[in-house]
């Protein structure tokens, strides 16, 4: 066997694109349009680089009890990694071990099948309805773990806290991963439902809600046995989880909670203008409770105006994967970038 065929070959994630160039209203990737909080550019500032020479805290205990605090938790409840994508992997790799399938929606976040090929787990992409839905009885079967964002990716859907305790009675046996990357534009958690159901588990990030995306910082809630597996798996590869600055800026975020919220509320307020004025325009959309919106011209081409809108300098994610190939996934940015963005859709499907 040569090198080259000892070489893994994995197909990737496709993440969305991160441009050179400047000034472009970028609306492509679930970023939060507002800058950090005071305290977070306040703990940047006063940051002692000198610490920088010795290896972070491996318990990041200030940031695992604020964030215990604001959830109310216990602090052995909360798993931080770096990005929830890295939480995810972990997850896969440590809860998901079993002969049945992992069970997913098809038209969801699309790092679960890399996930699974990755690691070699069997899986099942479980389609939605004819309006996106998720439907709860599609989980009532064998599986190895179950796991779904709430609001989901790309479509904004929703689920109630009901529609998981349903699915978490009919899996005893499985952990039930919810994905709340995007819960805090007005759904609600399911962090109330961890009490009386231990094989629920959580995932959240710093990335959206709290403005973060460029520091890594992922989180999982859940009882403390899963958790300390999770972190059995993690210091396996590497024994300190967070970085030092981190630690430091990630529990300034907690402390700018009061901030980071009128940021969502205003993000929220921007979303149902956008979709009011595409809806007058004729577009079609499922109702998002996310900080993006999914949406269908009946008559004009996706990929098209994904190029043109292109050519203006403002950047939309668009897929070329079947039944969402003519939708366009567009992050809510601020009211202005809203209106510079209706204001080029109106000129493009003219
Ligand atoms: N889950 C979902 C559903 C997402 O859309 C994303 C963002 N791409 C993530 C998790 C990962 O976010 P991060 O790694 O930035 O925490």
Redesign the pocket.
């Known amino acids: 066997m040569s090198w080259q065929e000892k070489l893994r070959n994995v197909e990737p994630y496709q993440?969305?694109e991160q441009p050179k160039i400047k000034n472009l209203i970028k609306l492509n990737?679930?970023e939060n349009p507002y800058h950090p909080g005071e305290k977070v550019i306040s703990a940047i500032s006063d940051f002692d680089a000198a610490i920088l020479s010795l290896y972070p805290n491996p318990d990041a205990d200030d940031l695992k009890h604020s964030l215990a605090q604001y959830h109310g938790l216990k602090d052995e409840q909360v798993f931080l990694g770096?990005?929830?994508?890295?939480?995810?992997a972990l997850i896969f790799l440590t809860c998901f071990n079993g002969q049945a399938p992992v069970l997913f929606p098809d038209i969801?976040?699309s790092?679960y099948p890399v996930y699974c090929e990755l690691y070699d787990l069997n899986y099942e992409m479980i389609p939605l309805n004819e309006h996106f839905e998720i439907i709860k009885e599609d989980y009532y079967k064998e599986n190895s773990g179950i796991i779904f964002?709430n609001p989901?990716?790309?479509t904004g859907l929703l689920v109630s806290l009901d529609f998981i305790e349903d699915i978490l009675k009919h899996n005893q046996n499985s952990i039930v991963v919810v994905?709340e990357?995007?819960i805090d534009f007005g759904g609600e958690s399911a962090v109330t439902l961890l009490e009386k159901y231990p094989h629920l588990l959580i995932?959240?990030?710093?990335?959206?809600f709290r403005s973060l995306?460029g520091i890594?910082?992922?989180v999982a809630l859940g009882n403390q046995e899963i958790i300390a597996k999770l972190y059995d798996v993690k210091n396996s590869f590497n024994s300190y989880p967070i970085d030092s600055l981190a630690q430091v800026i990630g529990k300034a975020s907690i402390d700018d909670s009061f901030y980071i919220k009128d940021n969502a509320r205003k993000i929220i307020e921007t979303r149902e203008y956008t979709k009011r004025e595409l809806k007058n325009l004729g577009f079609e959309m499922p109702d998002s409770y996310a900080n993006f919106i999914f949406i269908k011209h009946p008559q004009k081409d996706a990929e098209e105006i994904f190029k043109k809108l292109r050519e203006n300098g403002i950047l939309v994610r668009y897929f070329k994967k079947p039944r969402i190939d003519q939708y366009l996934r567009v992050t809510i940015g601020t009211q202005e970038q809203m209106e510079i963005f209706i204001e080029n859709i109106k000129k493009i499907i003219d």
């Open positions: 993440a969305g990737t679930n770096n990005g929830s994508d890295e939480v995810l969801s976040y790092f964002p989901n990716a790309p994905d990357a995007y995932t959240q990030t710093f990335s959206k995306a890594r910082l992922g």
